[in-house]
C-alpha cells in the first residue's frame, strides 16, 4: 500500500537527502480564501504554492493512464487515493527548485494525513482559514468562474464533506500546537495582515 509513496519519497529525498522541505499546510472550507491568500503569500514570502486538487486536474488533462483512474473516481464522488496524490505532491516538490512549499486543500482527511505522515515530511504548521458558511456560500455563488460546482446544492455538499472529513485534520493538529487559525471572513487585505503576522517571524527564521 505504501510502496509507491515510499518510492516517490525516496526519490523526493535522494534529490537534496541534507535538506527536507518546508512544508506547510492550507486549510480551510470552499470560498474561505486560501487560493488567494496563498498568491499573496508566495509574492512576499517566496514559498512555492501546490494545489493537490490542480495536480489532481493537470493530471487528468494530461491523459495519462492515471488520470483517466482519478477522472472516473471523481465522477464517481470518490476520494481519489491518498498515495496517488501524495505522488503527486511529492514529484511536483522534487522538481521544484524551492525547499519551501504551501500545500494547498491537503490532507483533506484523517486517512490522507496518515498517508502523508509516512513519508516523514512533517508539516511546520496548519495555516486554517476559518470562515463562516454565509459568507463562504456568498462568495461562492458571487465568484462566477464557470466552474459547474458553483451552485448551492453543491456548495453546501461541498461544505458537509469539509466539516466531516477535515475538520478532524485540523483537530489532530490543533492538539500538536501547530494550527495557526486565521479568520477568514474579513477583506482580502485585512485577512493577508493577519497572515502576515504568522509569516513574518517565520520568513524571519528561515532567513536567519
Known sequence: MGSVVDAANKEVNGTSSAKKPNVIFVLGGPGSGKGTQCAYIVEHFGYTHLSAGDLLRAEIKSGSENGTMIQNMIKEGKIVPSEVT????????????????????????EENRA???KTEIE?????FFDCPEEEMERRLLGRNQGREDDNIETIRKRF?????????????????????????????EDVFQEVKAVFSPEAEKVAA
Open 86 to 109: 501524495i505522488k503527486l505532491l511529492q514529484k511536483a516538490i522534487q522538481e521544484n527548485g524551492n525547499d519551501k512549499f504551501l500545500i494547498d486543500g491537503f490532507p483533506r482527511n
Open 115 to 117: 498517508a502523508f505522515e
Open 123 to 127: 508539516p511546520k504548521f496548519v495555516l
Open 160 to 188: 458537509k464533506v469539509f466539516l466531516e472529513s477535515s475538520l478532524p485534520v485540523i483537530q489532530y493538529y490543533e492538539a500538536k500546537g501547530k494550527v495557526r487559525k486565521i479568520h477568514a471572513a474579513k477583506p482580502i
